[in-house]
């Protein structure tokens, strides 16, 4: 495998752990408030299909971003209104918005278009173009550098750096600012936040509205960057991928990055060696295929050691009178 090779396979993890990274960053800020949330897949694949289909309605990137998010908020506010408001079962609200977002995107996609739950193919303006930074072909010739700042560091979209930049802006809100500090703390022990007079509802309510845009975001990614359109069922796992990798972060947002960088880095080795030879044995297409999900299962059966999650998590808040 030659330099060249390896550049390829990075730059192509790092397109592939996007939607995984801004997802798993969307669990993060949910589930340090108590909210456990396994709606992540169904709220991606919504803000995929409404992003898809804004953008190829109004010929704009930019305002299916925006639908995107708009299509993963309302399943926020509906998760929201299930678990913390009404004191549902966390979990169940989870898999009820997944199997909703399922369900509609097929439907609202076959009305509408009439192909088969798809959406027509995005062109121009209605996708994100990738982003030449500055000296990128100057340095381009360069050995070792030229290619990683020219092929590995420019030429992504803007979706992608604003995934990375989220992960110091992540960890400065959480460690070092009021309402992150609040933010924990009411994931841990929500009864001593409101005796401080902050509302618990509130901001678990904030943490979810994150939550619901972070996904939109990276359901619009999916549709609008990584690929030229919507088809059914596109998110692929990738909501339980991403709550696989934040369990493997232990909860932190630096962690988050490796974790989602590991399973970005599986998928883009799989798409690119389908039948791996390795001189004894070649590994079969659909076992290279099945590396991040069977990743996910070790992950999850917990063979990364202990990871303990706040303390709050999954419970309903009810104030003492």
């Not at 289909?53 to 209104?81: D, E, F, K, P, R």
């Not at 079962?89 to 509408?112: E, R």
């Not at 001189?279 to 063979?303: C, E, K, Q």
Request: charged content about 10%.
């Amino acid at each position: 495998m030659d330099f060249a090779t390896i550049i390829q396979i990075l730059d192509s993890a790092v397109r592939l752990m996007t939607p995984l990274l801004l997802a798993c960053l969307a669990g993060l800020y949910s589930e340090r408030s108590g909210v456990f949330d396994i709606g992540l897949e169904g709220k991606m694949l919504m803000a995929a299909f409404t992003a898809a289909s804004v953008a190829y309605v109004t010929g704009s990137a930019w305002l299916g971003l925006m639908a995107g998010i708009m299509g993963s908020l309302a399943l926020s506010l509906i998760h929201g209104l299930a678990s913390i408001t009404f004191r549902g079962n966390q979990l169940i609200s989870g898999v009820a918005i997944n199997f909703l977002a399922s369900g509609l995107t097929v439907l609202l996609g076959q009305k509408i278009f009439g192909l088969g739950g798809r959406t027509p193919a995005l062109e121009g303006n209605a996708r994100f173009g990738e982003i030449t930074l500055p000296f990128a072909d100057a340095l381009r010739d360069v050995p070792i550098i030229g290619p990683i700042y020219a092929e590995l560091i420019s030429g992504h979209t803007i979706l992608v750096y604003l995934a990375f930049a989220m992960v110091p802006l992540t960890w400065w809100v959480l460690n070092r600012t009021r309402f992150g500090l609040r933010l924990r703390a009411v994931g841990e022990n929500p009864a001593s936040v409101d005796t401080a007079g902050v509302s618990v509802t509130r901001l678990r309510y904030a943490a979810i509205a994150i939550c619901g845009i972070l996904c939109g975001i990276a359901g619009a990614y999916l549709a609008t960057a990584l690929s030229a359109g919507f088809v059914k069922e596109m998110t692929a796992g990738r909501g339980f991928i991403a709550l696989a990798a934040l369990i493997f972060a232990k909860w932190r947002p630096w962690s988050a990055l490796g974790a989602t960088f590991l399973f970005g880095l599986l998928e883009a080795i799989a798409n690119r060696y389908p039948n791996l030879d390795l001189g004894i044995i070649t590994i079969p297409s659909m076992f290279m295929n099945a590396l991040p999900y069977i990743l996910t299962v070790i992950i999850l059966a917990g063979f990364v050691g202990r990871a303990i999650p706040p303390r709050a998590g999954g419970e309903p808040y009810v104030k003492e009178r």
